[in-house]
Each structure stands twice: as C-alpha cells, then as structure tokens.
C-alpha cells in the first residue's frame, strides 16, 4: 500500500513589500519549510528585498542575518519568482522590505 505525505501548502495572493517594515505585509512561516516569492511584472524596480523575523504576529520584528552578521537578502528583478532563503526555515512570522520601491507580491508556501 502506497502512503500519501500531506505537505501544508498556501499562496499569498497580496503581499505588500513596501520600502518600510512597518508598511510590509507580515507573512505566517510556522507551519511551513519554505517557498517562492514572486515579484509582478510592474513599473519600476524592487532592488533588493531584505526580511525581518518576529516570534508571534504583531511582535517585535528583527532584521534576519546570516552566521557572519550579513543582512539575509534577495536581488529581485521584475518579472521573476525567488526562493525564499532558508534562514527562514526557524522563523514564526517574517516581512520583506525592499530597497527602493514598493510592491505587491505573490509568495507561495510549503511546509
């Protein structure tokens, strides 16, 4: 007999990445490992994409380095999907703030 894994999966269909981390939409990561964003084919560009992590939504969100201390971030292009960085993997709740213009993105989630 053949056992089926269900793996949690979700697509955000209206994710703000604004230019402050307070404007940014704040994503719920705890039931998943991982997932793709994708930046819409819009005017102007997003630059790169930076993420900050909290332990509880609505809670005190901190920028997300890597082990040497460098800011977890992703050069985006319009027009193009990116896997989310797997320092994630360990965060409740995270947003993206981008560097230069704001944007509604679709992030896609499996866990």
Do not use: Q
């Amino acid at each position: 007999m053949t056992k089926r894994i269900h793996r949690w999966s979700t697509t955000l269909s209206s994710v703000v990445v604004d230019t402050t981390n307070t404007s940014s939409t704040e994503v719920d990561f705890s039931e998943y490992a991982g997932g793709v964003v994708y930046v819409p084919n819009v005017t102007g560009a997003i630059g790169n994409i930076t993420f900050e992590v909290s332990d509880k939504k609505g809670g005190t969100y901190h920028a997300l380095e890597d082990s040497g201390g460098t800011a977890v971030s992703i050069t985006a292009e319009i027009n193009k999907g990116y896997p989310l960085p797997d320092e994630l993997f360990g965060a409740n709740h995270f947003r993206m703030v981008a560097a230069t213009n704001a944007k509604t993105c679709i992030v896609t989630l499996k866990g």
